[in-house]
Structures are given as structure tokens and as C-alpha cells.
């Protein structure tokens, strides 16, 4: 980040985005400002907690639309941010862009905003984005993890069918694809369905879902893998449905319509499973109308549970950033973001453009939790606790995790860096970094299911 100062005036520069600040001297030769102590106190320290502490500081001022207050904030943010230095900086960086974002919406000619706020994303070919979930275990541990429980539950089947709620492109199913090919009991038949919609998020390729389709439908007839690929809702090419608008619950709502047998072309000799990789959280959770309606993502979950599916893999991050209070956002989010920050600064260079580009995702989900309210506010996470009780309310029961999937998620994490763990928790297997919980991944059936097949909910 380039900075320049004088006594009454300074400037940051945020990849295109300019905002002036008022002379923050003022903040520090207050004696009844609250605040001052504890802000001269950060001068110089990169400690993550005082970073903590400043941003919240300058999200309560902002809270309480003190725009003076909230800029000096920015001032001393601003001195220890920098894109292209160590974890806290880096990760400061974000959210100092997040916080000017949400400042110039409360007052555009205070923060003096020039330029698009827009952060411009590449968008990946295939093999970039093989490259980019490999980076960290953040993607494949799911996959791991889900593609172990998905090949246990058909055993016995012939035929297998997959209805994919990803935001990864169907990275998750070549491993699943060769797995099924080396199936000494026979090599069933695949068939997979992705929705016409997706959240506009990180990764971006630059190719249509249909190409997806093509390209997996070629590697399965290389090993010899029965395979047919279906987007449902929509027959011409694709482009990511944006979600930063008015009619994106219209989307998520019309795809819903689309979870019928016959839509789906459901079979009775098939095994259905329903994979959702990061994908819950964008379906809203707000309840229209009366107390007994259904938000989206209830009406998601009971409606794949009528489909009775063989079993529901669920993955995501485990935080909790569904608070309506935006100075607990930036505290469950500066906690948990942190980690892949940390995570890349143990491997990647600081001028790595591999590491700008990971970071500038996250970057971009920062800005989403912090700038935005209401229905531009998408990442809308629950952890993995939170989530379990949700689906037992909707009326799933638990499937742990068989000792051998646990043995293949250990040996993905062995090949990343030692910050790298796993844990058994309350039902889930989590990734963790240095201890913290990254990941949750968990397996559900419908309770008819087990009722019918007469299985003990504590068996896998």
C-alpha cells in the first residue's frame, strides 16, 4: 500500500480506490477522548489483538455514525496495513478497504471516495484452478472427507447419482471418478447434476459449467467410467448468477422449484447423494411472511430430504458470521481469516501473485461480512454446531465418519504443512490450523431413511 502524509493531510491508495483522511492528530491530543490511550498505545505494534481492538473501535464509530472518530481510526490502521507485508498487515489491508467500503455509504463526501471499489478478479482456467485448491487443504479436506462417506453409502449400487451444490467448478469429482474406475467390486455408472445457478463468488473460471461437464465426461471415458453430466433450469451456456442484487433470492427460489423426481429424472435403482461444499450459507435464512414459513435454506434442506437421497454430505467453513452486529462480524471474521493468511505465509513468498490472488478472495468475502447489510450481505455462515442442530431440526440424523475416511483425510493433511490437523467433534471431522477450527465436514441421512433400513443413527 502507498502511503504519503503531512501534518494535515493523508492519503491511501487501495488498488484503485483513493479516500482522503482528516488530520488524525486531533485523536491523540484529547485528553476526555475514551479511545486516545488506548489508540497510542497501538502506534507501531503489528499485535493482532491491538489490530483487533482498533478495528473495533472504528466499527463501533461507524456503528454510531461518528465519521470523524472512524477516519483517525483509519489513519493508525492504515500505518500498519500493507497488502505485501507480513499476516496481520496483509490481512489489516482487507479490512481497512472493508471498512472506507462501508464508510462511504454512510457518508460519501466525508471519506472523499474516488475511483470503481470494485475488486477486479481474474478469472482461472481449469488447470489454474486445480492449482489454487490445492494450495491449502481448505477445499480438499471436504472433498476428501465427503468423497470417502459418498463411496461407502453405494456400495451395492450400479448406478449412482450426484446432485452437486458447489462453488469449486466440480473439482471434487476426477479423484471420485478415478476412485469409482479402480472399484474392485465393478465400476458403476455416474450420472451428475449441478443447478443452472451459482453464487458469484471465488474461484471464477473462465469457462462455462456445460465445458465442466465435457471435460469430466472426457476423463471418465479415459478410465472406462460410465458417465452422463445434467445442469438443471437452464440448456444454453452459463455465466455465474450474480448474487450482489435484488433478484438473487428470485434464483435460489427458482432453482428450488426445479427439486422434484421428475426434474431431476430420479431413478429408482440409483443411489442419490446430495453434496453441498460451501454453498448453504448463500441460501437466506430469513423468514418471510408468518413464524411457521420456511427460510430458503430450510426449504433447501426439506426438500432434498424428499428426494431420499443415500446419504447428504454438508462442508464449510466452521465460524459463525451470522450476527447482525458488525462489530462481532469483524471479531469472528479477523479470527477466523487469519488462518489461511497464516496458513500461506508458511509457504508462499510475500511478492508470490499465486498468494495476492488466494488473498484477494478472501479479500473479497471480507468485504462482503463488513461493508454490506441485508440481502447484499451473502456469506452468511453458521458453524458447524449450529448447522448440525439445524439439520436435526429439520429432521436428518447424524452419519459419523467411518475410521478409514478418517485414515485418507489424515493422509491428505500429512502431505501439507505441519499447522495442518484434524479433529473428531460432536459428529464432525474439522480441519484445524495451529489448533483453530477451519472446516467442518459432516454426513446426514433423512431419519425415514434409518427408520426404514432399521440402522442405529450411532452407526455409520
Not at 445442469?231 to 448474487?243: A, D, F, Q, R, S
Request: glycine residues 6%; aromatic residues 8%.
Amino acid at each position: 500500500m502507498h502511503v504519503t502524509s503531512s501534518h494535515s493531510h493523508m492519503k491511501a491508495e487501495l488498488k484503485g480506490t483513493s479516500v482522503s483522511f482528516q488530520n488524525p492528530t486531533t485523536l491523540f491530543n484529547t485528553p476526555h477522548n475514551p479511545l486516545s490511550g488506548a489508540l497510542k498505545g497501538c502506534l507501531g505494534s503489528l499485535d493482532g489483538a491491538c489490530i483487533e481492538k482498533l478495528l473495533l473501535h472504528c466499527a463501533s464509530a461507524l456503528e454510531s455514525n461518528d465519521i470523524t472518530l472512524a477516519q483517525q481510526v483509519m489513519w493508525v490502521l492504515n500505518n500498519v496495513a500493507s497488502p505485501v507485508g507480513d499476516t496481520n498487515q496483509r490481512l489489516t489491508s482487507w479490512f481497512l478497504r472493508a471498512l472506507i467500503s462501508r464508510a462511504s455509504r454512510i457518508c460519501p463526501t466525508a471519506m472523499s471516495f474516488k475511483g470503481s471499489n470494485t475488486i477486479q478478479r481474474r478469472l482461472m482456467s481449469v488447470t489454474e484452478l486445480a492449482g489454487y485448491v490445492d494450495l491449502i487443504p481448505w477445499h480438499r479436506f471436504g472433498y476428501c472427507a465427503s468423497n470417502n462417506e459418498i463411496f461407502k453409502a453405494i456400495t451395492g449400487y450400479q448406478r449412482v447419482h450426484i446432485l452437486d451444490f458447489s462453488i469449486t467448478h466440480c473439482m471434487q469429482w476426477p479423484t471420485f471418478i478415478d476412485a469409482l474406475a479402480k472399484n474392485p467390486e465393478g465400476t458403476p455408472s455416474l450420472r451428475i447434476t449441478v443447478p443452472f445457478c451459482r453464487p458469484h463468488v471465488p474461484p471464477l473460471v473462465n469457462v462455462s459449467i456445460h465445458e465442466v461437464g465435457l471435460r469430466l465426461g472426457n476423463f471418465a471415458k479415459f478410465r472406462e467410467v460410465p458417465f452422463e453430466f445434467n445442469v438443471i433450469g437452464n440448456t444454453g451456456p452459463l455465466t455465474p448468477v450474480e448474487l450482489s442484487d435484488e433478484s438473487s433470492n428470485f434464483h435460489f427460489e427458482a432453482m428450488l422449484s426445479l427439486l422434484n423426481p421428475t426434474t431431476l429424472n430420479l431413478r429408482e435403482d440409483e443411489a442419490l447423494v446430495i453434496n453441498c461444499q460451501n454453498w448453504l450459507r448463500y441460501l437466506s435464512d430469513d423468514r418471510k411472511g408468518s413464524h411457521q414459513s420456511l427460510s430458503l435454506r430450510d426449504a433447501f434442506l426439506n426438500l432434498i430430504k424428499g428426494l431420499n437421497p443415500r446419504i447428504v454430505l454438508l462442508v464449510d467453513e466452521d465460524c459463525d458470521l451470522s450476527a447482525s452486529s458488525l462489530t462481532s462480524r469483524i471479531t469472528t471474521c479477523f479470527n477466523h481469516l487469519w488462518i489461511p493468511f497464516d496458513a500461506l505465509e508458511t509457504f508462499l513468498p510475500k511478492d508470490s501473485g499465486q498468494r495476492a490472488e488466494f488473498e484477494s478472495d478472501i479479500g473479497q468475502k471480507i468485504e462482503n461480512i463488513i461493508s454490506f447489510e441485508g440481502h447484499q450481505r451473502i456469506e452468511r455462515l453458521e458453524c458447524g454446531v449450529q448447522m448440525s442442530q439445524r439439520m436435526k431440526n429439520v429432521g436428518y440424523l447424524n452419519v459419523p465418519f467411518c475410521d478409514e475416511t478418517v485414515r485418507e483425510v489424515k493422509g491428505l493433511i500429512d502431505e501439507h504443512a505441519s499447522g495442518w490437523g484434524m479433529k473428531r467433534e460432536e459428529g464432525m471431522l474439522v480441519l484445524t490450523w495451529k489448533g483453530n477450527s477451519c472446516v467442518f465436514a459432516t454426513a446426514w441421512v433423512p431419519c425415514e431413511i434409518r427408520d426404514h433400513v432399521g440402522m442405529d443413527a450411532s452407526l455409520p
